[in-house]
Each structure stands twice: as structure tokens, then as C-alpha cells.
């Protein structure tokens, strides 16, 4: 399984560094996407090392955070919640005109910036 777990966190690791890319380029909705895969990914990883399995097909990061059996405050609930809502509405092309003009560099950094401190809180929980 360390094997599984390793893949998980390098593309989380790229997902995270994507995310600052679409920053630096302007493209702030794909800075909310990509940190929604960074923290997928990091989840799966843990999903895997608590349980000795493979990770479910699944985007719903609240979901991960409860397989994974970590305790998880009501900030980080939320902010989970709230992340998970641009994986799922990136999808759609009639969407993203729509989402997009709600997103501006402000928001994307917020996001980006809570993305990183949750990383790095779920990493030291890889350990």
C-alpha cells in the first residue's frame, strides 16, 4: 500500500503546484479546481494508509475525510464543503461562464491559501 500512498500524495503535490500556476496566470476559477484535487488526492492517500484500501471513485471531499477516519474540526468541515462544490461544477461547460464571474483573485487566494494549511494538516496526519 506505501506504494498507493506515495502516488496520491506526488499528484496532490502537482495538483498544489498546478494551483499556483493558474494563480499566477490569472485563471482563478482552475486555482479552486485544482486545489479540490490537491486535497482529494491527499485524502485518498490517507484513505488508503487508515484503511488498507484502495479509495472510492469519488470527488465528495467530506466523504474522503470521513473514510479516512480523521477527526476533522467544523472550519475545516466546511471549508471541505464549500471546495467540493468547484470539482463538481467545473465539469459542466454552461457553468463555468457563470461560476467564474464569481471568482476573482481575492477568493482564489483565499481558497489557495486554506487549501495549503489543510495540506499540510493532513500531511502531518500521513505520519
Known amino acids: 500500500m506505501e506504494k498507493d500512498i506515495e502516488y496520491w500524495i506526488n499528484l496532490s503535490r502537482y495538483d498544489i503546484k498546478t494551483a499556483d500556476a493558474m494563480y499566477k496566470s490569472k485563471r482563478y476559477l482552475y486555482v479552486l479546481f485544482t486545489s479540490q484535487q490537491a486535497i482529494e488526492k491527499m485524502l485518498k492517500a490517507l484513505v488508503t494508509k487508515n484503511t488498507n484500501q484502495f479509495p ?11 473514510l479516512s477516519k480523521i477527526d476533522i474540526d467544523e472550519p475545516r468541515k466546511e471549508f471541505l464543503a464549500r471546495l467540493s462544490y468547484y470539482y463538481i461544477e467545473t465539469r459542466y461547460p454552461e457553468e463555468i461562464m457563470r461560476i467564474s464571474k464569481d471568482i476573482n483573485k481575492k477568493t482564489a487566494c483565499e481558497y489557495l491559501d486554506n487549501s495549503k494549511a489543510i495540506l499540510r494538516w493532513l500531511k502531518l496526519k500521513l505520519k
Open 56 to 66: 472510492p471513485k469519488t470527488h465528495d471531499l467530506l466523504r474522503l475525510a470521513d
